[in-house]
């Protein structure tokens, strides 16, 4: 079993940054890929970028590609998303999640995760 918790959502203005952080437990965390999703009011659930368990291969959504960036502290159970320059559009709620042990390529879709957090409120503004 893995639980997941993120952290460090809140309101900035446009052009503004965030740093979420998602705190991990559980035995599959270190053999698995991780990546952050999110979702807007009446949209669906979108992929924003992802790491492979080892840290040495990411990816990430055209949407927000130079702007996000993507770190892990497999040591610490944790992984983080650095949004700079942030737009009105990446406003949304933003999950955690990591795929299945022994699943260790960085997948840019939902099915392939197998464990969420509840997410943290991203409110981008002017």
């Known amino acids: 079993q893995v639980q997941l918790v993120e952290s460090g959502g809140g309101l900035v203005q446009a052009g503004g940054s965030l740093r979420l952080s998602c705190a991990a437990s559980g035995r599959t965390f270190s053999m698995s890929a991780m990546g952050w999703f999110r979702q807007a009011p009446g949209k669906e659930r979108e992929f924003v970028a992802a790491i492979s368990w080892s840290g040495d291969s990411t990816r990430f959504a055209d949407a927000v590609k130079d702007r996000f960036t993507i770190s892990r502290e497999n040591a610490n159970n944790a992984v983080h998303l650095q949004m700079n320059s942030l737009k009105f559009e990446d406003t949304g709620l933003y999950y955690c999640?990591?795929?299945?042990?022994?699943?260790?390529?960085?997948?840019?879709?939902?099915?392939?995760?197998?464990?969420w957090g509840q997410g943290t409120q991203v409110t981008v503004s002017s």
């Open positions: 999640a990591a795929r299945r042990r022994g699943a260790v390529f960085p997948s840019a879709y939902t099915h392939d995760y197998a464990y």
